[in-house]
T-cell receptor, first 116, second 114 residues
Framework: GAVVSQHPSRVICKSGTSVKIECRSLDFQATTMFWYRQFPKQSLMLMAT?????????EQGVEKDKFLINHASLTLSTLTVTSAHPEDSSFYIC????????????FGPGTRLTVL | AQSVTQPDIHITVSEGASLELRCNYSYGATPYLFWYVQSPGQGLQLLLK??????LVQGIKGFEAEFKRSQSSFNLRKPSVHWSDAAEYFCAVGASYNTDKLIFGTGTRLQVFP
């Protein structure tokens, strides 16, 4: 149980285009979903926290107009990288939590974004 | 503010040897603590977690971790490492009581020699 999927697993796009990444909780309803960014050989950086039906809460320094997050249902959250540039190339990982009382998160397999 | 420190950036061990990965945290109350493993290009897999109770926690793949409040540590151990254990290991702490955010350490890369 507690499986989280991401789609696509890998995407290559041209500079200036927008890319949408989906995160789904397959066998549970997620009260909260999180989006992380991971640079090579570095730790996970939390970008934003989203709850179904409400606006995402972005971490300091993360551009909300560049990284659009939509949390349309209890099982789906999307991250759209708008007007992508090469510096946006990274590994994006989502996670979902069932219970807000214990911090346990279930992680997706990640999406490798390469912007040419 | 809460924080997590993993002092060892890179560790190399021989297959069959024992392993201990260090994790120190800074947190005012009893923390929720986690160890995750990340294989190349993959997301994170939960190895084990500590919420309360027995301070020695058993996880998957033969891993265990011990919560030591006096040392603010939650070190990960395995008695005999397998080549497939080569990966990046992350320690994490729950950010605070009323939120489900996690704060991650910088990770320890484990290399296993045959």
């Amino acid at each position: 149980g507690a499986v989280v999927s991401q789609h696509p697993s890998r995407v290559i796009c041209k500079s200036g285009t927008s890319v949408k990444i989906e995160c789904r909780s397959l066998d549970f309803q997620a009260t909260t979903m999180f989006w992380y960014r991971q640079f090579p050989k570095q730790s996970l950086m939390l970008m934003a926290t989203s709850n179904e039906g409400s606006k995402a809460t972005y971490e300091q320094g993360v551009e909300k107009d560049k990284f659009l997050i939509n949390h349309a249902s209890l099982t789906l959250s999307t991250l759209t990288v708008t007007s992508a540039h090469p510096e946006d190339s990274s590994f994006y990982i989502c996670s979902a939590s069932i219970d807000t009382s214990n911090n346990e998160q279930f992680f997706g397999p990640g999406t490798r974004l390469t912007v040419l | 503010a809460q924080s997590v420190t993993q002092p060892d950036i890179h560790i190399t061990v021989s297959e069959g040897a024992s392993l201990e990965l260090r994790c120190n945290y800074s947190y005012g109350a009893t923390p929720y603590l986690f160890w995750y493993v990340q294989s190349p290009g993959q997301g994170l897999q939960l190895l084990l977690k500590y919420f309360s109770g027995d301070t020695l926690v058993q996880g998957i793949k033969g891993f265990e971790a011990e919560f030591k409040r006096s040392q603010s540590s939650f070190n990960l151990r395995k008695p005999s490492v397998h080549w497939s254990d080569a990966a990046e290991y992350f320690c994490a702490v729950g950010a605070s009581y009323n939120t489900d955010k996690l704060i991650f350490g910088t990770g320890t890369r484990l290399q296993v020699f045959p």
